[in-house]
């Protein structure tokens, strides 16, 4: 049984009436998470072609976006699908709300015949939750680039393999 909270929560492609309130939560979580910054220009792109690369999806709840999830195919590999991040705002974490965002990622990346997804993580104490999500949805540690970012930040590459 869904949480009545989840129960009024919608996830669904981010729209340009989205855009403001998704890029305040990029602005707000840029503060702690170094780390995304290439998220907004992701998001920007998706909403300006949502069929093109990139695409981006938004959790609302009450009409308001309590989430996002950037994704996308990616360029010049076959069937497969990358997630750039899932970001929830923090009053609303630890709800559901980010495994419903990787459901619909999952779902679409899906519907345009992808077979596998993979995400990229720096391994970041601040992104413990971020992996965690990924890896309790089915996401499995592929590879690990040791000392990527900066010494002693990983890049943890996850994949996660579409029926």
């Not at 949480?3 to 855009?19: G, H």
């Not at 995400?119 to 890896?135: F, N, Q, S, T």
């Not at 089915?138 to 040791?146: A, H, Q």
Request: charged share 25%.
């Amino acid at each position: 049984m869904l949480a009545p909270a989840l129960k009024r929560l919608a996830v669904r492609a981010a729209c340009e009436n989205d855009l403001a309130a998704a890029l305040a939560l990029l602005n707000w979580e840029k503060a702690r998470n170094p780390w995304i910054g290439r998220v907004p220009d992701l998001l920007r792109n998706a909403v300006a072609d949502p069929t093109g690369e990139h695409r981006a999806c938004v959790a609302e709840r009450d009409a308001e976006v309590v989430g996002l999830g950037v994704y996308g195919m990616v360029a010049g590999a076959v069937r497969t699908g990358m997630l750039y991040a899932v970001l929830v705002a923090p009053r609303s974490r630890r709800s559901g709300i980010g495994s419903r965002i990787v459901f619909h990622v999952t779902t679409e990346l899906a519907s345009v015949a992808a077979r596998t997804i993979f995400a990229e993580v720096p391994g970041d104490p601040c992104l413990v939750r971020y992996r965690a999500l990924l890896i309790a949805y089915g996401f499995v540690e592929e590879s690990r680039i040791d000392d990527y970012y900066r010494d002693g930040v990983p890049q943890i590459v996850s994949r996660f393999d579409l029926p």
